[in-house]
């Protein structure tokens, strides 16, 4: 009975135990590796090290929310249109991200010291974009000879200027994991994350298939316009990391419960 009141004292004094906060820093480490446009990819060297650190503020036993900054290499060696083809570019990601644990997950606990996880929100990252019409010709309808003598000179030579843009994408991150404890105030995750990307530039083939085409307007005059065949929502590029992390928690709120553990 004394137990009894203990409890109902903590709940009524502190809201829902269960929703004691907490926050967590963590670093991350493994590999990350790509697909899109490109086929026939060697897996070899589609695999590069990445590396990232994240903060995670626990809302309660079942519900974080995480911000996490990853970066490392992204490249891949294959064909495109059966011709060679390759790209390698160093990629920073900083994302928001919210945690569901499918389990009663707490750090220190020994009654609830594991879940399973599921994670997305939304990203952004930060690489350079490679044009090299050189390069391209091989591959790209829209850099032929015979594409090219179609179209008008003015748009023919910005074709045929290599440039480097710096690119500030979209993303969104989708994830699962398993997380445990190894102590009071750490614990060790395994996680997988895919990033699908609202542009088309990470394997430096931006609508390949892509024509330049005249079309008459109403008063008999010609335009010269893109015909592409992605857009924002509907392109190729994904990147997907697997990897392990550390985690320390650094805060837990002052309102918590001599027998929070016991009541979740």
């Known amino acids: 009975m004394k137990r009894f009141f203990v409890i109902i004292f903590c709940i009524l004094a502190f809201g829902s135990v269960s929703a004691q906060k907490t926050a967590d820093i963590g670093i991350w480490g493994g590999i990350g590796s790509y697909f899109g446009d490109m086929t026939y990819v060697d897996k070899a060297s589609s695999l590069n090290p990445n590396a990232g650190l994240f903060v995670r503020y626990n809302f309660n036993s079942?519900?974080?929310?995480?911000?996490?900054?990853?970066?490392g290499p992204i490249g891949a060696e294959g064909e495109f249109e059966s011709a060679p083809w390759d790209f390698s570019k160093f990629v920073t990601d900083l994302s928001v991200m919210g945690e569901f644990n499918f389990f009663r997950y707490i750090m220190g606990s020994k009654r609830h010291s594991w879940t399973t996880?599921?994670?997305?929100?939304?990203g952004t990252s930060l690489y350079t974009y490679n044009y090299d019409p050189v390069k391209m010709k091989q591959v790209v309808y829209y850099l032929s000879d015979e594409h090219l003598a179609t179209i008008p000179s003015g748009v023919r030579d910005e074709l045929m200027r290599e440039s480097e843009k710096a690119v500030i994408g979209l993303n969104?991150?989708?994830?699962f994991g398993f997380k445990f404890n190894i102590g009071e105030r750490v614990g060790v995750g395994i996680e997988a994350i895919m990033r699908k990307y609202f542009n088309d530039k990470m394997d430096d083939l931006d609508d390949p298939r892509k024509f330049f085409t005249t079309a008459t307007n109403p008063d008999g005059t010609a335009t010269g316009v893109w015909q592409g065949y992605n857009d924002f929502l509907h392109n190729n590029d994904?990147?997907?990391?697997?990897g392990v992390h550390l985690t320390y928690r650094f805060f837990r709120s002052d309102r918590e419960c001599p027998v929070y553990e016991n009541v979740n």
């Open 62 to 71: 079942r519900v974080s929310l995480r911000t996490s900054a990853m970066l």
């Open 172 to 175: 969104i991150p989708l994830g």
């Open 117 to 122: 996880y599921l994670m997305g929100g939304l």
């Open 238 to 242: 994904f990147t997907i990391h697997f």
